[in-house]
Each structure stands twice: as C-alpha cells, then as structure tokens.
Nanobody, 121 residues
Framework: VQLVESGGGLVQPGGSLRLSCAAS????????MSWARQAPGKGLEWVSG???????YYADSMKGRFTISRDNAKNTVYLQMNSLKPEDTAVYYC????????????????WGQGTQVTVSS
C-alpha cells in the first residue's frame, strides 16, 4: 500500500489549495478514504472522508470551505480547500478509512507521508 500526498504549500489567508493523494497497492475504488491534519503542537484532527460510492462527510469546521472528491480511474483522492485561515496550517495526511460502525473518521489503515499547508500573510 502506498499513499502519496502532494499540493501543499504556502498560501495567504483567504486563498485556496488543492491537495492530491495518489494511491496504489490496494483496491482504491472499493475503499473509503479520509483526510486528516495535524497542526503544530496539536493532535490529529479528522478533516473529511469519502465513501467508495462517493458520499462525502466533513468535520464541522471545514463544511462549506473544503471539498473532498475522488477519481477512481486515477486512484486519486483530492481535497479542495478554499477560504483558508491561519488555523488551517497543518500537515495534511490522506489515509484509508476503516469505516467503524458505518462511520468515517474513527479508524484508519495506511497513511501517506503528509503534505505541509501553511496559511500566512
């Protein structure tokens, strides 16, 4: 299993970034996927998840600003982030979501190496 994130960088407040996560080594199309983040000095925070059928869910603080999507033909999951705030600064990880009791964000399988997002003027 391999998950490779990309697309992070430095962006000004109010800006946008699109993260990508290229997956290989497992049946991506039948796997739920999630994005999580870890800010400096803080614990891991679930951001968003997408089921194999394309249904999407978000943490409350990301609703309306972030959009998760997937392209099964490319084995890639995306996170479009708009209206970025300084508090969105973190390392963002994609992961295979284990879907506990039908819910995303509770348990994860393999992780990528992460991509740094810094929101600063």
């Amino acid at each position: 299993v391999q998950l490779v994130e990309s697309g992070g960088g430095l962006v000004q407040p109010g800006g946008s970034l699109r993260l990508s996560c290229a997956a290989s080594g497992f049946t991506f199309s039948s796997s739920a996927m999630s994005w999580a983040r870890q800010a400096p000095g803080k614990g891991l925070e679930w951001v968003s998840g997408i089921y194999s059928d394309g249904s999407t869910y978000y943490a409350d603080s990301m609703k309306g600003r972030f959009t998760i999507s997937r392209d099964n033909a490319k084995n890639t999951v995306y996170l479009q982030m708009n209206s970025l705030k300084p508090e969105d600064t973190a390392v963002y990880y994609c992961a295979i979501d284990q879907v506990v009791a039908g819910n995303l964000g509770a348990d994860f399988g393999s992780w990528g190496q992460g991509t740094q997002v810094t929101v600063s003027s």
